[in-house]
């Protein structure tokens, strides 16, 4: 049983370059999330997606793009990658509502020069 | 609004010692409170969760939380702790949509042998 899967784990960029990472679960949840994940602050949702077909923003959505692909698949895209955007990434999804918990995949190492 | 405080950044104990990680909450609806640990290189796992039941919640290895709405208080603890317990550790708090979830900055806990 896979859970949540992310491509890739390690990723190093250009100042100015894009690139998606992928998200995947095989848990038929609702509800799917990105993360970045900065020394001394925790986690900050980036985007979610509550249900196939939605989407919002999350607390720091600047610069980023997503897509929920279908109910298992969802995509965080950089168009024009930023040194601030080096951090780790991680994905998530749940059953949604309130009492929901999170399952998270591995996390992505993106490093942007 | 929704805030997570974790006290301290770093807690150092002995190996078979008390393990004691605070965190203090604020919100505005009947919260939702987690525990997560995330050992080095890996996904953010759950620990425990509060949803209004039991205000003593039981976790696995060991771990267990009480809630207690008169401090605001979430504070996760373990009678002895393991060599395998050092990871970072969150606290999080959601509101009852779910998707309003705020992670606490972690506390790295060590374990000396």
């Known amino acids: 049983n896979a859970g949540v899967t992310q491509t890739p784990k390690f990723q190093v960029l250009k100042t100015g370059q894009s690139m998606t990472l992928q998200c995947a679960q095989d848990m038929n949840h609702n509800s799917m999330y990105w993360y970045r994940q900065d020394p001394g602050m925790g986690l900050r949702l980036i985007y979610y997606s509550a249900s196939e077909g939605t989407t919002d923003k999350g607390e720091v959505p600047n610069g980023y793009n997503v897509s929920r692909l279908n109910k298992r698949e969802f995509s965080l895209r950089l168009e024009s990658a930023a040194p601030s955007q080096t951090s780790v990434y991680f994905c998530?999804?749940?059953?949604?509502?309130?009492?929901?918990?999170?399952?998270f995949g591995e996390g992505s190492r993106l490093t942007v020069l | 609004a929704q805030s997570v405080t974790q006290l301290d950044s770093h807690v150092s104990v002995s190996e078979g010692t008390p393990v004691l990680l605070r965190c203090n909450y604020s919100?505005?609806?009947?919260?939702?409170l987690f525990w997560y640990v995330q050992h080095p290189n890996k996904g953010l796992q759950l620990l425990l969760k509060y949803t209004s039941a039991a205000t003593l919640v039981k976790g696995i290895n060991g771990f267990e939380a009480e809630f207690k709405k008169s401090e605001t208080s979430f504070h996760l603890t373990k009678p002895s702790a393991h060599m395998s317990d050092a990871a970072e550790y969150f606290c999080?708090?959601?509101?009852?949509?779910?998707?309003?979830?705020?992670f606490g900055a972690g506390t790295r806990l060590f374990v000396k042998a």
């Open positions: 919100s505005s609806y009947s919260p939702s």
């Open positions: 999080v708090v959601s509101d009852t949509g779910g998707f309003k979830t705020i």
């Open positions: 998530a999804s749940s059953t949604g509502g309130d009492t929901g918990e999170l399952f």
